[in-house]
């Protein structure tokens, strides 16, 4: 379980092997990786950003906070998901639960399934 936080952070979710899913916080992403708020669960395999996803992913043998995808992702997603990122460090506050907020940016062939 993740401690109350006031660190910037993007909701996700990871899926593992085993089917299970984990609320993760992502605390910086680049086209290549993403580092968690963290440690990343064992047999992760795939993740979500917000809404936007899935992303084939793996863990990080030389960090235990990092997940490194499996191809690089668009610069665009990483630009939308760093630009808030920014404006929670400016405004000092935690959204980790504004899923609302990125719902919108999924396109109908990778948009999230309703649970």
Known sequence: MYAASTAPAIPGEIRTH??????????????????????????????WLGAIGPFRVRRDGSRADRLVFD???HPAIVGHFNAVLAVQADEGADMPN??????????????????
């Open 18 to 47: 085993n089917g299970a899913a984990v609320q993760v916080r992502i605390v910086a992403l680049s086209t290549d990786y993403c580092l968690l708020g963290d440690y990343a669960p064992e047999g992760a395999e795939e993740l």
């Open 71 to 73: 191809g690089s992702i």
């Open 98 to 115: 504004a899923t609302h907020l990125f719902a919108a940016t999924a396109t109908s062939a990778s948009q999230r399934p309703a649970a």
